[in-house]
């Protein structure tokens, strides 16, 4: 039983650790995803990512078993300094970093599941709220339990999302899964959509109060917003990358930037006028953000060095 739940957990991290020693590897976001975890766990994270060619299911977040760096230390003396982060994205959008936006979503299940929030929530609130689309009736109180964890852990995810990537998480969220109703294991869009949309412009709203509660329950920082939202227009107009000046920015070129597409898209001028083709402008754009965080690292690690 221990070497089968060793082997199935080293046979994963074999598949996501593939995928991040490749050159298909989308650094930029996993850059933005490292700095996204700074404050939520007290030891250092490895991510790595798989390439999916399932452009509906290809965004996940698979979990290590949470007894396998015990079981790997007792019986393999194997140890760990880090923890193992294991997402995966769709290869359609591998090189497009305002489609990466769920990764955020996906980097919050991690932290919900390494420190137990939906779980602590289910403690501190147990009433069967916030189903709305379901019918309950029918439901065992097992079932009812299993929905509402499953609900409440998508709706963490996306508040963490939402905290970092702003409006370039909400917008993908609504054009990608616009019209999707509730079911077993997400709420309907349209609620997701509300939620994040209330903590966005500050509005009251029942399920952020109640991760606030289990978030300092937990002696856990509150949710809130962690970009800083630079005006890309007078780069993107020219076509040039933007010079990202602080990690809040990193995060916040994504909001910006999501903007941006949107309204060239509406009101092509300019050098996006010549291209005559939203798929052209929309790749040009994602190019500009790469470009932008890729700079940015590249100016930080030629910093460090230079100080070194």
């Not at 082997?7 to 933005?32: C, D, M, N, W």
């Not at 709706?155 to 909400?170: E, Q």
């Amino acid at each position: 039983m221990v070497i089968e739940r060793c082997t199935l957990s080293i046979a994963s991290a074999t598949q996501f650790l593939a995928g991040s020693t490749s050159k298909r590897i989308p650094y930029e976001i996993v850059h933005g995803l490292l700095l996204a975890l700074r404050g939520w766990i007290s030891r250092p994270a490895v991510i790595t990512t798989a390439i999916s060619q399932d452009l509906y299911r290809g965004f996940f977040f698979r979990g290590v078993d949470p007894h396998f760096h015990t079981l790997a230390e007792a019986f393999l003396e194997v140890s760990f300094e880090a923890d193992l982060v294991q997402i995966s994205l769709p290869q359609i959008y591998r090189h497009r970093p305002l489609y990466n936006t769920p990764l955020y979503h996906e980097l919050g299940h991690f932290i919900d599941q390494h420190h137990g929030i939906t779980d602590r929530s289910l403690t501190l609130y147990d009433e069967h709220w916030q189903l709305p689309g379901l019918e309950l009736d029918s439901l065992s109180n097992a079932s009812l339990q299993a929905i509402q964890k499953n609900h409440r852990g998508e709706y963490f995810a996306d508040l963490f999302a939402v905290s970092f990537a702003g409006t370039a998480f909400s917008g993908f969220l609504d054009a990608f899964a616009g019209d999707s109703p509730a079911g077993i294991s997400h709420p309907a869009t349209a609620e997701r959509l509300r939620v994040v949309e209330d903590f966005l412009e500050g509005k009251p709203n029942a399920v952020v109060e109640l991760f606030q509660t289990t978030l300092s329950a937990l002696e856990l920082p509150n949710l809130q917003l962690q970009f800083e939202v630079p005006d890309v227009t007078e780069f993107f107009d020219n076509v040039r990358p933007y010079p990202l000046t602080s990690d809040r920015q990193v995060h916040g070129i994504f909001d910006s930037s999501w903007r941006y597409l949107e309204n060239i898209w509406a009101h092509p001028n300019g050098h996006w006028e010549d291209l005559g083709n939203n798929d052209k402008i929309e790749q040009a754009i994602n190019d500009l953000v790469e470009k932008s965080i890729r700079n940015r690292m590249i100016s930080m690690k030629w910093r460090g060095h230079a100080s070194s």
